[in-house]
């Protein structure tokens, strides 16, 4: 199944995916399309104004072009996932306040999708770190493939 991860950049959740048999949707395969196709206007901002008029399908024009170039990546993504993992307050969330807003945004996006979703909150120690691979494996050995 296609299994989308919130952080969209997130490795460790790609790579749990990945090892339990399921394809992950993460931001950087999408970004490594567009930095090797020869269309892309202006590295290293890899979006062009085709994406941010994109954005538009998934928030309103009075929100900042920033969160609809971002979302004109992730927004496709939540259109074709069948699955989602969201991990809470993990670290690398404290970037710009577009991303985190952005993030805001595909979390309400997905839940609206009501497809399997499992919400977890980013471990604190080894203990919680252990019990939310357990968690991840559960639920992905739960999904038909």
Do not use: W
Not at 10 to 28: K, N, Q
Request: with cysteine; hydrophobic share 45%.
């Amino acid at each position: 199944m296609k299994v989308l991860i919130v952080p969209p950049n997130s490795l460790i959740l790609f790579d749990l995916v990945e090892r339990f048999g399921h394809e992950p949707l993460s931001v950087m395969a999408v970004l490594q399309e567009k930095i090797e196709s020869k269309e892309i206007e202006s590295p290293p901002i890899n979006v062009t104004v085709d994406d941010v008029k994109k954005g538009l399908k998934y928030a309103a024009i009075e929100v900042p072009s920033g969160i609809r170039g971002r979302l004109a990546i992730y927004g496709p993504l939540v259109d074709i996932a069948e699955a989602a993992i969201i991990m809470e307050d993990a670290p690398f969330m404290f970037g710009c306040v577009g991303c985190a807003r952005t993030n805001e945004m595909m979390k309400l996006l997905i839940r609206k999708r009501k497809i399997p979703l499992l919400e977890l909150d980013y471990p604190a120690n080894e203990d919680e770190a252990k019990a939310m691979v357990a968690q991840i494996k559960t639920f992905l050995e739960g999904l038909v493939k």
